[in-house]
């Protein structure tokens, strides 16, 4: 069966090109059919992969598919090859699965859209890129799948382009990732250079082997996290995300929430050992970024109105909970959190969606209220996924929070309170979402005129293509958590699945005072969580506590703006610089003074106008310097 | 000693050189016929043209297989040199020259003046080229030089009703004739020193009896005086002020053989001499490489971003790339490393997929700005003709965009495994700094390409005009693309063919 | 004696050179031309290599002037191109500026290596007088047919395309003609 493993990315991207081919034809609804189906096979299939790796023998659970030699070039030898190992196929589980659900979703959601055969195309070749990120057995073709995650991400967030915003949105996605991608190619020519490959089989066995020395696993694992920082969106290349949400809402679901925002934490998992060789204070840094950006925000979605605005900013905040467990060591809760949040975030994101769908393309929650009555099964599965996120036991959210912030207090007690105090900021701002949008006043009613409607607008329930996806996330919020309960050894299913790839580097906490101390910080956890409601529940429906949402936050803490000053500022000055000196110094003697010469000589022809002159007088000036340069080498010498 | 009786003239292996007669068959006929007969029917001038090349691509892959048996070797006394390295290139060349001529068929077609010597002027380039990548000896890569750049000249300036492929002709033609000035005394000095001018021997020379390090100024002078005669030709900055005019103000198929054949055939030769002819003193060219390297990246790069007209934009973008073949000659240049070698794989390999992207490019930006054609130089290839594209001809569009992202280094393209294999060696050999260049430029050029793709699919068309592909341009820019994808899927079909590149006649 | 020769001929040449650049009259300026590859045929006896001097005469100063001489009648000699305006600032003095750098560069080149050039100059097989007359023509074709045969061969296709190009650029179009 393993050998079937290049069946996984296969069957997205052929339907991809089956709906290229014909999309048109089949129309809506049925290329979108065509695109689940492929992405359901491609889950079938990862099942079976899940299987056949659980058979065997913990230690004998990695398996390597090289389809072909792909670049032999020089002294490197780099094979297109998959691995299937219980990291990798645990992200294909969650990342067909949760993708198949939202296909369906989106099946619904698009519908009646011009270009509805196009989005399929577009969230096909996705999951394919998205597969081979993860399937992938060394760096390049990781790479390859991260470039594709990220050119199928610029093409959905500008999906409807036709709205200014989303045009820019892609465009600040496009120029972020890149910035991040070069972490990634810098790191991927250190690490070839240093242990002679790219396959991660051989350079964590160096890391391993103690080949790889410090500096070298370092430079590396800090370049790779810069990278991680683009994709994943942390402090400061966080501010793409927001604005991503410009896209279609199953896109922001899918690629925002679930699966390629987490690829950062995948990557920094992957070389976990590269990481656990380098200086102590990388993994300080990556816990330090999360921290702080989890934190950051949190701060950030308390006072937000958009609806998917402030899922994105805690979308932001969870990654950074991921970076923070990864910068202490807790990879196994990394992984936990991430599945759990790619079921919850999800249901909330598509929640939002059948929210926004009923509501007519209404996106500010101060125009919403006491929805749960029109939209009761997205009102009811909505709330599932607020439980869950908040903390709340025993939904899925809170062991995985948990199991992060146990980690982190045996790591420093200083992070361990950021980390708290996000979670307490979540259930807030999560509290305060559900009842602008589901409890309170119906306030849509005022606004009901805005919409063109006609006469009286009511939100509407969405299709069932669209509920059952909700449904089936919201079953999954709940007991998602059961993969890994604190409460034996034996109920740590996930750590003993993925032990084979991190135990080497897995933090261990178990004689520190937070281990022995782990049920009370469990208590602590969800005090922190129902106080957050609370205090939630009195600001916005008792109304009994002012609302304080700071323009500071609503504004991101002018970080954004900030950012856009110094690009548009002195980085567009750069570049205008240059333009002027092209439009001025070369184009300005060939027109400007062109002309001067014309009305002067009158007779001389354009050719003549001078900058040949030019030309040759840079040649030589060039030629002097480096002959100049020659000669003091020459005579010095 | 007069007994002229005894004279022997050196051998002459026919085969080997069956690639430039091919071509120089191919432009005889031409020019005779042709101007013996009337017009020719049947776009036959163009078949003519991409016959002879392809024969020669032919001869080429049996010598291909030759060499690869009997090892490199040097013919006719040792001015040519008979290596993998060559031959590829060859066979790039004369690939470029085929995929051209049906590009000019259509071009010449749709202005109403199909004639003879157009092509005859490619196959004599192309000839010029041939010896140039193959010269193991600096009068006769001068004379290739010469072969080349004249009919380079001239092609630039063909298009008699535009003042502007006028003006590019003649500016190319002065600035051309400066450099050749540059290279030539170069030649001079080095011979003055070393008393030959076939590569091989000055390299024993200066190994030998001019030990290093010592006072050779002039040696020193001459390696970079010849240095700058090739940089103006490969339009290396600050050397590179004629290559944003010429290409704009060429017909544009014109464009596209300069781009193509004039670049790899320079670039090709200035491998060769100076890995070598100069190995001994490569730290002092090095450096100077490193450096043209450097500011042509970055020049190139971000000068391309604040362009409009497309053909400018893109004459921008191979002033980068031609940084980027550099970053592998730089490698080349670190003798002490084991590594060595990489960098001449990554050029030879960089240069041919170069050429297929540029074709490629270029053929589409002549299809598309066809309408256009007669109206004034600088309105014409502006990004508005772009509009669209992908709307109206969702082909092109498509094709376009493959080139365009493999210019850009996307994996999956052949612009990915050209970058990757100079930078690769870059770093194998120690050179971060260049290394680390050249990506930061390839993020920077990356909005260029991007901000022709965005028009092309996200703007609507800008007016009703329909572009219409005719039957040759589309055979030609369907070659390029699939050569660009399938190396870009299967990169070691061609990373295969270079195992032996490094093994230059006579190194 | 040589040295003497050396100096006359390359006084000739090198006036000659900048008169073709500042002679107003183009006439005047193809004159100086022929003074300057007159003291390049000079040049060319001093070292022996009459064979190439004689090529010189014929063929440069007597045939390719000649021939500049009658364009330039027949496109009539009135025209004087007015060299005194400028009109790029600082183009001149830049010129200027970079043309004595290069210049500076290079002879500080020679001066310095001229140990090496002392070193290697063995000089040419100069022919000994009982080789006969002609000598020199035989080593000359000995060399161009053995060592430069492939040169040789290559100036040929050159020489063709300079006809070529002639032709391309100075046949009427049908668009010029109508």
Known sequence: ?????????????????????????????????????????????????????????????????????????????????????????????????????????????????????????????????????????????????????????????????????????????????????????????????????????????????????????????????????????????????????????????????????????????????????????????????????????????????????????????????????????????????????????????????????????????????????????????????????????????????????????????????????????????????????????????????????????????????????????????????????????????????????????????????????????????????????????????????????????????????????????????????????????????????GQVVRSVAGSLRKAQSGFVRVYALLISIGAVVILGWLLLRGVVL | MNDLSNFFGPAVDWLAISPLLSLLAGALTLLLVGSLTGQWPWRLYAHLTALSAVIAIAISIRLWGDVGTNGARLLIGGALALDQFALFAAIAICLAIALVSYLTSDYLNREGVDLPEIYALYLTAGIGALVMIASNDLVVLFLGLETLGLSLYLLAASNRRQVSSQEAGLKYFILGGFASAFFLYGVALVYGVTGSTRLINLNAALTSYIPVPRNDAVLLIGIGMILIGFAFKVSLVPFQAWTPDVYQGAPTPTTAFVASVGKIAALVALVRVFVVAFPSRSDDWGTIVFVLSALTLVVGSVVAVVQTNVKRMLAYSSISHAGFILVGLEAASHRASANVDDGLVGVAVYVVLYAAMVVGTFGVVTVVTSDQANSDASGSASLDSFKGLAKSQPLLGLAMTVLLLAQAGMPLTSGFVAKFGVIQAAVAVGSYELAVIAMVCAVIAAFVYLRIMVSMWLADPSDSTTVKVPPLSRISIAVAVAVTLVTGFLPSLILDLGSNLAELASK | MEFFVFVCSALMILVGAVGVIVRKHPVHAALSLVLTLFGVAVLFVAQEAHFLAAVQVIVYAGAIVVLFLFVIMLLGVDRVENLRTEPLSGQRPLAVLASLGLVAVLITAILRGNQIFNERGTGLNLPDAQDGPDANTVQLAESIFSQYVVAFEVTSVLLVIAVVGTVLLTRRTRATAE
Not at chain 1, 23 to 39: N, V, Y
Not at chain 1, 196 to 202: E, F, I, K, N, R
Not at chain 1, 375 to 384: A, C, D, K, V, Y
Not at chain 1, 390 to 408: N, Q
């Open chain 1, 1 to 593: 069966m393993l050998n079937l493993l290049w069946l996984i990315p296969l069957l997205p991207l052929a339907g991809a090109l089956l709906n290229i081919a014909a999309g048109r034809k089949l129309g809506d609804p049925r290329s979108g059919w065509l695109a689940t189906s492929a992405t359901l096979i491609s889950f079938l299939t990862t099942v079976l992969a899940y299987f056949e790796l659980l058979g065997r023998q913990a230690e004998k659970r990695s398996h390597v598919e090289t389809l072909f030699s792909w670049l032999p070039v020089g002294s490197l030898q780099v094979d297109f090859a998959l691995l299937a190992d219980p990291l990798s196929i645990t992200m294909s589980l969650f990342v067909t699965g949760v993708s198949t659900l939202i296909h369906l979703y989106a099946i619904g959601y698009m519908h009646g859209d011009a270009k509805f055969s196009k989005f399929f195309i577009y969230l096909n070749l996705f999951v394919f890129s998205m597969l081979m990120l993860v399937l992938g057995e060394n760096l390049l073709v990781t790479f390859l799948g991260w470039e594709g995650v990220g050119a199928c991400s610029y093409l959905l967030i500008s999906f409807w382009h036709t709205r200014n915003s989303a045009a820019v949105a892609g465009k600040k996605a496009f120029v972020t990732n890149r910035i991040g991608d070069f972490g990634v190619m810098i790191a991927m020519f250190l690490a070839f250079s240093h242990v002679g490959s790219l396959s991660y089989g051989a350079i964590n066995e160096a890391a391993h082997a103690g080949e790889l020395a410090a500096v070298s696993a370092t430079a590396i694992a800090l370049l790779l996290f810069v990278g991680a920082c683009g994709k994943s969106a942390q402090l400061p290349l966080y501010f793409w995300l927001p604005d991503a949400m410009e896209g279609p809402t199953p896109v922001s679901a899918l690629i925002h929430a679930a699966t390629m925002v987490t690829s950062g934490v995948f990557l920094l998992t992957r070389i976990n050992p590269v990481l656990h060789v380098s200086y102590a204070w990388v993994s300080t840094t990556v816990a330090v970024v999360g921290a702080a950006t989890a934190l950051f925000a949190a701060t950030i979605a308390v006072s937000q109105n958009d609806i998917k605005r402030v899922l994105a900013y805690s979308t932001v905040s969870q990654l950074g909970l991921m970076f923070l467990a990864i910068g202490s060591g807790a990879y196994v809760a990394a992984i936990f959190h991430m599945v759990t949040h790619a079921f919850f975030k999800a249901l909330l994101f598509l929640g939002s969606g059948s929210v926004i769908h009923g509501m007519h393309h209404e996106q500010d929650m101060r125009k919403m209220g006491a929805l749960r009555k029109v939209m009761p099964i997205t009102g009811f599965t909505f709330i599932i996924g607020w439980l869950a996120i908040a903390g709340v036991p025993p939904f899925a959210g809170f062991w995985s929070k948990d199991e992060i912030l146990l980690y982190v207090f045996a790591k420093s007690p200083v992070l361990y309170v950021v980390g708290i105090v996000t979670a307490l900021l979540t259930a807030y701002y999560m509290t305060r979402q559900v009842i602008m949008v589901f409890y309170g006043k119906a306030r849509w009613r005022d606004h009901g005129d805005e919409h063109g409607a006609h006469g009286d607008f009511t939100p509407h329930e969405s299709p069932r293509v669209m509920l059952m996806p909700l449904v089936v996330l919201s079953v999954l919020s709940v007991v998602g958590g059961a993969m890994q309960l604190p409460f034996s050894k034996d109920l740590h299913f996930l750590e003993h699945w993925l032990a084979p790839v991190v135990e080497e580097s897995e933090a261990h906490i178990g004689k520190t005072w937070a281990y022995q101390n782990k049920y009370l910080l469990l208590l602590l956890a969800v005090a922190v969580a129902t106080a957050g409601i609370v205090l939630a529940l009195a600001v916005y429906a008792k109304a009994k506590l002012k609302v304080v949402e700071p323009k500071v936050l609503e504004q991101a803490w002018h970080y954004d703006g900030a950012v856009a000053r110094v690009v548009a500022g002195p980085g567009a000055a750069t570049f205008n610089l240059i333009a002027w000196f092209d439009a001025n110094i070369v184009d300005g003697i060939v027109n400007g003074v």
